[in-house]
Nanobody, 126 residues
Framework: QLQLVESGGGTVQPGDSLRLSCAASGRLFSSHAMAWFRQAPGKEREFVATIIWTGGTSYYADSVKGRFAISRDNAKNMVYLQMDSLKPEDTATYYC???????????????????WGQGTQVTVSS
């Protein structure tokens, strides 16, 4: 399993941008599918975005499509989530997740990933 550490969260106003980073340590990072999930207070953890091991294909939840972009740098063992046009409903703790190999769905759930970070808080408020 990979060890994952998220950073980059904070408090921003609606319409602002934020970039989250996830630093991974461990073996075979470039062979892992990576993802971002989020969890708001009182709600279940939900899928946000995922990217395959090559970085060539990514999928997004409908709620963030066109506003968020996931990317990875396999040379640096890093995954990023660029978040633009942020809305109050994007407020949540954001988690980085990893799973060795391919994820056989464009809408993965928490059960599809075995490595998790501790999360970083994003608050969107005026």
């Amino acid at each position: 399993q990979l060890q994952l550490v998220e950073s980059g969260g904070g408090t921003v106003q609606p319409g602002d941008s934020l970039r989250l980073s996830c630093a991974a340590s461990g073996r075979l990072f470039s062979s892992h599918a990576m993802a971002w999930f989020r969890q708001a207070p009182g709600k279940e953890r939900e899928f946000v975005a995922t990217i395959i091991w090559t970085g060539g294909t990514s999928y997004y939840a409908d709620s963030v499509k066109g506003r968020f972009a996931i990317s990875r740098d396999n040379a640096k063992n890093m995954v990023y989530l660029q978040m633009d046009s942020l809305k109050p409903e994007d407020t949540a703790t954001y988690y980085c997740a990893a799973e060795l190999g391919a994820i056989a769905t464009s809408s993965p759930t928490v059960r599809d990933f075995s490595s998790w970070g501790q999360g970083t808080q994003v608050t969107v408020s005026s």
